[in-house]
């Protein structure tokens, strides 16, 4: 199957600063991404779909200044978390489509990200 | 919009046994997409099985099968002959006819007991 990374797998960062997260479809191009946002022991929640060459659409009740996404290219789309907060601490995955099928997203291994 | 509803927030099965994972749906599409995905405590989601909305046969991949009644709006994952390895978070999801992202229910929690 198709392989989606993700880059880093884990981060810590202070309150204040900001925190860029990197999805890469890697054997495939991906038109469209997403970025879903997972709180311990709690489901995947869509925060945004990311297409390449476009803005970014964003779910309702997710702040599109504070989550930055970028669909730089056709293998590359990033998520900055801009003044991170505490409360911004999650698990964070994407998942591409691959054009060539109709239905299936590929996920990253998802980003750790912890704010102190 | 789109809805799932898991009504089984943890499960307990003997292995070898074969359980049924409970999953129900709502959406005003008339094209859609069902989804299984495994989640272990590594974070990755893993995806086992689809079905769409116009499949008049069930999705079968392995030891996995989808039981879709449409009427019902029900998609129940059935997992045959249970693994130790099969122990994890399952979440169901669901997605439109277009190009949209996943909606993912609360997921189950099973645990496979040797």
């Known amino acids: 199957g198709a392989v989606v990374s993700q880059h880093p797998s884990w981060v810590i960062c202070k309150s204040g600063t900001s925190v860029k997260i990197e999805c890469r479809s890697l054997?495939?191009?991906?038109?469209?991404m997403f970025w879903y946002r997972q709180f311990p022991k709690q489901s995947l929640m869509l925060m945004a779909t990311s297409n390449e060459g476009s803005k970014a659409t964003y779910e309702q009740g997710v702040e599109k200044d504070k989550f930055l996404i970028n669909h730089a290219s056709l293998t590359l789309s990033t998520l900055t978390v801009t003044s991170a907060h505490p409360e911004d601490s999650s698990f964070y995955i994407c998942?591409?489509?691959?054009?060539?099928?109709?239905?299936?997203?590929?996920f990253g291994p998802g980003t750790r990200l912890t704010v102190t | 919009a789109q809805k799932i509803t898991q009504t089984q927030p943890g499960m307990f099965v003997q292995e070898k046994e074969a359980v049924t994972l409970d999953c129900t749906y709502d959406?005003?599409?008339?094209?859609?997409?069902l989804f299984w995905y495994k989640q272990p405590s590594s974070g990755e989601m893993i995806f086992l099985i689809y079905q769409g909305s116009y499949d008049e046969q069930n999705a079968t991949e392995g030891r996995y099968s989808l039981n879709f009644q449409k009427a019902r709006k029900s998609a129940n994952l059935v997992i045959s002959a249970s693994q130790l390895g099969d122990s994890a978070m399952y979440f169901c999801?669901?997605?439109?006819?277009?190009?949209?992202?996943?909606?993912f229910g609360k997921g189950t929690h099973l645990i496979i007991q040797p």
């Open positions: 998942s591409a489509r691959d054009p060539q099928f109709s239905y299936e997203q590929y």
């Open positions: 999801a669901t997605t439109g006819g277009g190009a949209d992202g996943l909606t």
């Open positions: 959406t005003s599409d008339q094209s859609y997409g």
């Open positions: 054997d495939f191009q991906a038109t469209t």
